[in-house]
């Protein structure tokens, strides 16, 4: 096809699937110009930055710790949105807390903090900031690792360690009904911010390479955040779909994309946040700059225009 842009990418977690499923769907993508040859799925950081570092792929959904420390050995990564700003997760434990102060000495199951490709664990990262906000340091609880990565397995034996006594409690993200029928106590910390999601992940390299491809990109996250406020039926008819084909327990709905920022920057204390998982797996990364990551021209050259205020005008 003529004057069509074939580029591939990769998302870092299922959870990112429905604001690209809806790109693709609403024909967003051929709007800009792109066609999307490949998005697979990869589990790991490591890999995801090798494919992308080597111009394999033109773009990572995803991807939040380890770029600072890439980026300090002199890899050309670069951030250009953040449709994901905080997380909420779920509390779960035997007996009924205060806070999570409560949970000095206890035994809280998690998965491993570095998992065997090296990589460092996101959500076993958010606990432990959950933590230490309430003055809690990791060392103060018990970890039991109850699998490598978060997925499938570790939820089933997160459910079964609290059953069987094994853990006193757990962090649970999304429902945590079954816990709750279970009998335990749930509790629901403050939201904290921290970068997550659909990150838009690119290589310095690729960008120079190929022009044209970031404002692609970027405008494409845009439009598919107002698609689904402007189309939220039509959105939901997508969702469930892909929900469906992904075998998913509890469909999405258009809810879970136009929670989004409708321009997606970055804010400035998930980015401290997820700069202090970083470092704490890899201190010398403080000789970075948080900031350095984050490339925003692109999403404020879109923004100054006002085509974003105008969308939602309209």
């Known amino acids: 096809m003529a004057g069509v842009m074939r580029i591939r990418g990769i998302y870092r977690a299922t959870s990112h699937l429905p604001v690209w499923e809806v790109i693709q769907q609403a024909g967003i993508w051929e709007k800009m110009g792109i066609e999307l040859v490949d998005f697979q799925f990869v589990d790991s950081s490591a890999v995801a930055e090798r494919l992308l570092l080597s111009g394999e792929i033109d773009f990572i959904s995803g991807n939040h710790i380890s770029p600072y420390t890439q980026f300090y050995k002199g890899q050309p990564i670069r951030h250009l949105t953040s449709p994901g700003n905080s997380v909420h997760d779920v509390c779960v434990t035997r007996e009924r807390i205060g806070s999570l102060s409560d949970l000095r000495g206890v035994r809280v199951g998690d998965t491993a903090q570095i998992s065997a490709d090296g990589g460092y664990a996101h959500n076993r990262g958010n606990h432990i900031l959950y933590l230490m906000r309430e003055g809690v340091q990791p060392s103060d609880v018990t970890w039991v690792e109850l699998a490598d990565k978060n997925g499938e397995e570790f939820a089933r034996n997160q459910l079964a360690a609290m059953k069987d006594g094994r853990i006193d409690a757990t962090f649970v993200t999304g429902s945590a009904a079954d816990y709750e029928a279970a009998g335990f106590h749930l509790s629901t910390p403050a939201r904290l911010p921290m970068i ?119």
């Open 196 to 314: 997550n999601g659909p990150t838009i992940t690119c290589s310095s390299e690729t960008l120079r390479r190929r022009p044209g491809l970031a404002e692609k990109l970027v405008e494409a996250q845009v439009l598919g955040i107002h698609y689904a406020h402007a189309h939220e039926a039509e959105t939901n008819r997508i969702l469930a779909d892909l929900s469906g084909r992904q075998g998913w327990a509890r469909p999405v709905t258009a809810e879970r994309i136009t929670r989004m920022p409708r321009k997606p920057y970055p804010e400035m204390e998930a980015v401290a946040n997820a700069y202090e998982l970083a470092c704490l797996q890899h201190p010398e990364t403080r000789s970075v700059s948080p900031l350095a990551l984050w490339d925003m021209h692109y999403l404020r050259e879109l923004d100054d225009t006002g085509y974003i205020d105008r969308l939602y005008a309209a």
